[in-house]
């Protein structure tokens, strides 16, 4: 049992902030993740060595990690969090080795810093291997997925997109197409609002410079992934914008619909919301005393608005404020809100989905068995919807999106865990 | 020490360079990492350990979410097939 | 709207089960729900159909239920998920074992196939058992179901026959009327309550709930194959105050293991304690060593219905009300789900004033009009 001040959950850029922030000014810091290093989705590091070369390009991201290493914080990897209590605990397994153990955390501030996930939309063929989340398939290729030379489509929603899209391509894959559903006219209105904060004009413009090659679509989307004959992989997908349709060929689709913040940890604790985000002040507190939130679970912001969030809520966890970084971070809040708006999901993409179309991945659960049921719960006890071990993290925003129910409350384990976490520890601390 | 290991994926030896994950040892290997209840193929989606399409058995437990895994030395990786 | 001969206020199980009997008897039958088909007691349940022998009434009701269960399964959809499975009560000593030849006597002698297994044949029953057990019962008949999905049908074959269905709350029944959170009105010449443990309706029903704990793993198939109780499990049952746990473990159609059971009293609150998990789990690794390294997808708790004497209310509600048109289907503590059918098919027999299968009186709510007081055996 470990005890420390402050416990950051989420290695991501909020959660390096906050854990920073907290640590320099004198706290005892531990910070938890569920991947193999520090860095989150945004951020995520190539683990074969060959790969990590482009991890010094990105300097905003080298400081950071940096900052972590110096600032005393303690980083443990690997570690996922199952359950938590607002009273001061959260019980976390290490799933690194082959003997699976939980080791519980007392805190006396407790930030949540854990991100988002990519919204998936079912549509014919969205199971198939070769399909994968946009960021999905960035974070396979940095866990050692070669894909040079294999065309790729990029496709969903969202600035994630392009920011996918460019790193496929200096991993040398051939993307041949990013298709947007955003219509275009949106997305110039969110360049030109973008004026106000040139470094994210300027990112968005060496995206487009690594992509030189690449056809991007506005107003289109991915209608059908296709099937080579074996049936187990992809061979094309089919792309339209309600008016006309056309055949790419490929070998991977990466798509992925924008994201939804991780509030798990937040629902289980008892965390007022606002929406479907997590609601703080403006020092990132929740509405619960000694627990914060900083980044996406508050509303999907971006890399900016993370990290001020991020360093709001370890300095006020330490008992310090910065009238500075609050007025910032509330800057920001605009351009979250105008993502939000200018992402939006079309209507088309509701009706992707076939009868036979597999709506809940974990339990093969089609389309024609969920619509006509009366809500969420109703869902799930009479077709197993959301009864897999994805707890529906996968499957709940599409149904959300699909036939707007919103998933029931979370219990503990807030992911599966061996059933010997819950048995009696040797005593050995 | 060495960039590559050796792993065993349903009994095959496949060299994988150090620092690969599973998931990404099944990709390579074009081996999708599951059957689902009806019987197709699946392979990873998410890739950060949420949507447990890239479980397999590693090492004779069930079920582990191969994307946040690191290919070891003399691993025995195992799809349900 | 036309009057109608039966309104039942509750779509779990039994209110379910109790529909279709009436549907199929030929009443013009209503249903209302104010919150989801097949969840409440339904839906946190263990799904279990067994033939218990804790007392003569008991196993005369789960016995004829239990039949039941047996004749439907044929017509019963997949999504049902009807396992014959049989159950397997386990002896973990020589006190234990000494149960086991005097329980199957009565089984038998009640027409219930049984039979007592040694040590080596309880082991290669079931191989992930503990080695050291002394040995079990049998009863193959037994089964396992998944019960939102069976209330699901029972509904859907009552509709078929007519009868329909109000999503929304009865705010009040009685007197042969129900007023419905959407501002229905409906009228009734008879008004059965199948409500779990949400007694408002009728505060007076003597319902205690008895708070249970319960964990799914994720696919295992074939880890185990009957449903396993330890012969403590009666034992644990039976107790009024205290809290405990027993062994009970269930193999799922899908090849999930459910694990069970612990039993709670005074405790309202549906929160998952991690202690009783803890209690309830160190006492099933002992039977099942091997469950240690299955991965827990899902925890949840429940409510079972108690009454004072262990027997359900099963008839007209006399002796709680003077309300002639209200009937109970109610207080079926952990055996709502073997008890459905049958105590459906007693309830509609006493309506039709039809014999039953089985003597009614064990059952009849009026039972307990007796100034006995209405403490807790």
């Known amino acids: 049992m470990t005890r420390t001040e402050v416990l950051v959950i989420g290695a991501g850029p909020a959660g390096i902030a906050a854990a920073a922030a907290a640590a320099e000014n004198g706290r005892r810091v531990v910070v938890l993740d569920n991947n193999l290093s520090a860095g989150g989705q945004i951020w995520r590091s190539a683990t074969v060595k060959a790969n990590k070369s482009s991890d010094q390009r990105n300097r905003p991201k080298l400081r950071a990690l940096e900052r972590l290493e110096r600032c005393g914080a303690q980083l443990l990897p690997c570690r996922s969090v199952y359950s938590a209590e607002a009273s001061g605990t959260v019980v976390a397994v290490d799933e690194a080795g082959s003997a699976i153990e939980p080791e519980q955390f007392h805190f006396d501030h407790l930030i949540l810093a854990t991100g988002a996930r990519e919204r998936f939309l079912p549509f014919p063929g969205w199971t198939l291997p070769g ?100 049936g187990m992989s992809l061979e094309a997908v089919r792309i339209t914008n309600g008016t006309r349709t056309w055949t790419e060929p490929c070998d991977l689709l990466a798509c992925g619909y924008h994201l939804v913040p991780n509030t798990e940890i937040a629902e289980l604790l008892g965390c007022n919301f606002r929406g479907r985000f997590v609601k703080v002040d403006h020092e990132q507190r929740t509405s619960l005393e000694n627990v914060f939130a900083a980044g996406e679970p508050t509303g999907i912001g971006g890399l900016e608005a993370a990290l001020l969030q991020g360093e709001i809520a370890g300095m006020a966890a330490a008992g310090r404020s910065s009238t500075s970084l609050i007025t910032r971070a509330a800057k920001q809040r605009g351009f979250g809100n105008r993502l939000e708006k200018a992402f939006a999901l079309r209507n088309e993409l509701r009706s992707l989905a076939r009868p036979g179309t597999i709506v809940c991945r974990c339990e093969d659960v089609p389309l024609a068995s969920i619509r006509d049921r009366t809500g969420w719960t109703d869902a799930k006890l009479q077709t197993r919807c959301g009864m897999g071990p994805c707890q529906g993290r996968v499957c709940g925003p599409a149904v959300e999106y699909l036939f707007g129910w919103t998933p029931v409350s979370v219990r503990q384990p807030l992911i599966p865990v061996p059933l010997d976490v819950f048995c009696r520890q040797p005593e050995n601390d | 020490m060495p960039d590559c290991l050796s792993v065993t994926i349903n009994g095959a030896p496949r060299q994988v360079p150090r620092g690969t994950t599973v998931a990404a040892a099944l990709l390579i290997a074009a081996q999708p990492s599951r059957l689902s209840v009806l019987g197709e193929p699946r392979a990873a989606l998410c890739g950060m350990g949420i949507c447990f399409e890239c479980r397999a058995t590693i090492n004779g437990i069930q079920h582990r979410r191969s994307c946040q895994i690191l290919c070891e030395q003399g691993m025995t990786i195992r799809t349900n097939r | 709207m036309k009057p109608f001969d039966v309104l039942i206020v509750g779509a779990g199980v039994v209110g379910c089960a109790v529909a279709r009997e009436c549907a199929l008897a030929g009443y013009r039958v209503g249903v209302i729900e104010g919150a989801t088909i097949g969840n409440g007691a339904t839906a946190a349940g263990m799904g279990h159909v067994v033939v218990m022998d804790d007392s003569p009434a008991q196993l005369a009701l789960t016995a004829l239920s239990r039949s039941l269960w047996r004749r439907d399964s044929g017509k019963m959809p997949k999504s049902v998920e009807y396992e014959p499975c049989g159950t397997l009560w386990v002896a973990a000593d020589d006190e234990e074992m000494a149960e086991v030849h005097p329980r199957c006597k009565i089984y038998n002698e009640a027409g219930i196939e049984a039979r007592v297994l040694n040590s080596a044949e309880l082991a290669r029953e079931e191989p992930n058992l503990r080695s050291g057990l002394r040995g079990g019962l049998l009863v193959p008949g037994d089964g396992v179901v998944y019960p939102p999905a069976a209330a699901a049908f029972y509904l859907a074959e009552a509709r078929r026959l007519g009868a329909e269905l109000f999503l929304a709350r009865a705010l009040s029944a009685s007197n042969g009327v129900a007023l419905l959170s959407d501002g229905l009105t409906l009228r009734s010449e008879r008004i059965v309550l199948a409500v779990g443990t949400q007694c408002d309706l009728l505060p007076s029903l003597p319902i205690q709930k008895r708070k249970g704990h319960l964990v799914i793993t994720d696919r295992y198939p074939g880890f185990v194959r009957h449903q396993l109780v330890e012969l403590g499990y009666l034992k644990s049952a039976h107790k009024v105050i205290e809290d405990s746990v027993a062994f009970n473990v269930q193999p799922r159609q899908t090849g999930q293991l459910l694990l069970g059971s612990s ?96 003597d009614r009186k064990p059952y009849l709510p009026a039972r307990m009009a007796e100034p006995a007081g209405l403490t807790y055996a």
């Open chain 1, 131 to 230: 399909v994968f989340g946009a960021g999905g398939l960035q974070a396979l290729v940095e866990g050692g997925y070669p894909v040079a030379g294999k065309r790729v489509v990029v496709a969903g929603t969202g600035p994630l997109l392009l920011a996918v899209a460019a790193h496929l391509a200096e991993d040398g894959a051939i993307v041949s197409h990013v298709v947007e559903q955003a219509p275009l006219r949106r997305l110039l209105w969110l360049i030109a609002s973008l004026g106000r904060d040139p470094a994210k004009l300027i990112e968005g413009a060496r995206y487009r410079a690594a992509l030189g090659r690449t056809a991007y679509r506005t107003g289109s989307w991915v209608d059908e992934a296709i099937a080579a004959r074996d």
């Open chain 3, 263 to 358: 039993r709670q009293y005074g405790n309202e609150r549906s929160e998952v304690e991690p202690e009783v998990i803890r209690r309830m789990l160190d006492r099933a690794t002992a039977y099942l060593p091997g469950i240690r390294s299955l991965s827990v997808l899902r925890m949840w708790t429940g409510f079972r219905a108690a009454t004072p004497d262990k027997m359900p209310l099963i008839g007209p509600a006399t002796g709680f009300t003077s309300d002639g048109t209200l009937w109970l289907a109610a207080g079926f503590e952990g055996l709502g789900i073997t008890n459905a059918p049958g105590a459906a098919q007693l309830l509609v027999d006493g309506m039709l004033g039809r014999t039953s299968a089985i």
